[in-house]
């Protein structure tokens, strides 16, 4: 009786090798002007324990409510799989005493999880690039937050993303906003969807980021924060404002922003598309200035952002721009005795000592002349080298184009460095 085909889990997807030089090229993109602002990486674990993303992200969301992966281990320990990389990254900082009279730019990498019905570009399991900036409270480092994203779009060549910010004030302020909002929204209980009747009764604010277009009449006549801010937020969402004027970033203030997570105060800010359908929010972050002291350390300031690289990919996927891809410069063709075979290999290497970006594949696994070609062109290689018994005997060795109607070249075997250095 045959085995039943194991298969990856609903919603955890395999990334497969011909996919990862975009996922790369991404990732150093990014990792570059995360660089250049001087924010430096740290790793963090994927398991914590599941109070910390209670304490953090608010056990009336969505998250915590539904979304997390959460299991009793043999110990007790109730631990949780990050839904997210903000928590876990101020744990990490309490824990090893990093906010204490210092400032910290900080940024990671690696997997969230979030059990969500998986569909285009959400995912169970998904990949995450976030930064946090603690000890900062003014809005020249909101600016810089922005600035730098900013800066990814460009870097990859994405002109398709547009930045919507908005201000949730203080968290005094948005308590009195937040009763306006259920006083105004209960008028209209019966016509709520069931989604936004349960928020209603445990976040409301949510409801203003309702996707359901039956809803949307509804949230453009409800009050707006922006008109219960207290003075300092208005102040320090102004500056903003014109810091990003100066500087020439566009950007529409959206009353509706609110971000899915409790921990949020004064700057929230998305950079969305319309070519992702439903999941349009790109790369999305805000303050947290209360965070740090809500879960155990000393107040102190925090900004931060995340974004999705799957979703970075799949624009990149669907735009015109040139896809980086795994396939080799050259592929080396060795054909006829043993003698061909180990002096072929000593140039193999003698060629990546000195070409240390060379993308050489050396062909394995013996084969015709004909058979060794093909696998050349099958890989996707610019360039074969070939060498044979003939050429071993008179030092030289040819150079064949694969993708482009160019001559074949006959080189002297010392040679060949110096060619392949000044080729295109």
Known sequence: MAKKLISSVRGMNDILSDQTPIWQYVETTIKQVLDSYGYQEIRLPILEVTELFSRSIGEITDIVEKEMFSFTDRNGDNLTLRPEGTAGC???????????????????????????????????????????????????????????TARFWRQLGLNNLELQINSLGSM?????????????????????????????????????????????????????????????????????????????????????????????????????????????????????????????????????????IERLVLLLLQSDLPIPTNAPDVYFILVGNEQVIKHGWYLAELLRDALPNLRLIVNCGDGSFKSQFKRADKSGAKLALVLAEDELANQKIALKYLREKRPQVILEQLELINYLKNLD
């Open 90 to 148: 101020v744990r990490a900082g309490i824990q090893h005493g990093l906010f204490h009279n210092q400032t910290q730019k900080l940024w990671y990498i690696g997997q969230m999880f979030r059990h969500e019905r998986p569909q285009q570009g959400r995912y169970r399991q998904f990949n995450q690039i976030g930064a946090e900036v603690y000890g900062l409270k003014g809005p020249d480092i909101d600016t810089e937050i922005i600035l730098m």
């Open 172 to 308: 005094e302020a948005r308590t009195v906003y937040k009763q306006k909002l259920v006083d105004y929204l209960s008028d209209y209980n019966e016509q709520l969807d069931a989604d936004s009747q349960r928020r209603l009764r445990t976040n409301p604010l949510r409801i203003l980021d309702s996707k359901n277009p039956q809803m949307l009449p509804i949230i453009e006549k409800a009050p707006k924060l922006l008109e219960y801010l207290d003075t300092e937020s208005q102040e320090h969402f102004s500056q903003l404002r014109e810091l990003l004027d100066k500087i020439g970033i566009k950007y529409k203030v959206n009353p509706s922003l609110v971000r899915g997570l409790d921990y949020y105060n004064r700057t929230v800010f998305e950079w969305v598309t319309d070519c992702l359908g439903a999941q349009g929010t790109v790369c999305a972050g805000g303050r947290y200035d209360s965070l740090i002291e809500q879960i155990g350390g000393k107040a102190t300031s925090a900004i931060g952002f995340a974004m999705g």
